[in-house]
């Protein structure tokens, strides 16, 4: 039979059913082949949480607020706490106009807030605040705001907005 014949003799609700058979036939490979990779996937999880150490699997003890607080860093390193996290924008070549603190205490408790103004690209940032979220246990980033210089620029300019905590001086 030729083409035009087939064509004429189907019509297009024929034509509407032999195109969804073809996107069945298609979606079920594809659902085989994303099944096989989530089930690798799952394999690979499985494997990393047996290599993982039992500590971190380990749930948290529950600590008293007197031992929390005596973890936290005295005020006496403040200031060097403080010159790392810019220290370390710097490192990773982040251009920076100015940077504001306020420092505020209550309850035996002191609060560094920290504003930081920088101008880079969304991978920098990443590493920066990946970078100093581990290297001080006790900074939390608090606020990120981000805006595009440019539709045509790959910089950002970012304003982070650190805590660093810390014991207050008795």
């Known amino acids: 039979m030729k083409p035009q014949a087939l064509l004429k003799a189907l019509g297009w609700p024929g034509l509407a059913g032999l195109a969804a058979l073809l996107l069945a036939l298609v979606a079920s490979f594809a659902g085989k082949r994303w099944d096989a990779q989530a089930a690798a996937l799952q394999a690979e ?4 949480r047996s290599k993982a150490s039992p500590a971190a ?3 948290t003890v529950p600590v008293s607020v ?11 390193d403040r200031q060097q ?8 924008g710097i490192r990773l070549d982040l251009n920076g106009a100015r940077t504001e603190h306020r420092l505020s205490t209550s309850e035996g408790l002191e609060r560094l807030r920290v504003t930081m103004p920088l101008t880079g690209n969304y991978a920098q940032l990443r590493r920066f605040i990946g970078a100093a979220l581990a290297h001080d246990p006790a900074l939390s980033l608090d606020a990120i705001k981000l805006r595009r210089v440019s539709p045509v620029s790959s910089d950002v300019d970012a304003e982070l907005q650190w805590s660093l905590h810390g014991r207050a001086a008795p």
């Open 66 to 76: 007197q031992q929390w607080q005596a973890a936290l860093p005295s005020p006496r």
């Open 45 to 48: 999880a499985r494997a990393l």
């Open 57 to 59: 699997l380990a749930p």
């Open 81 to 88: 706490r403080l010159a790392d996290l810019l220290e370390l």
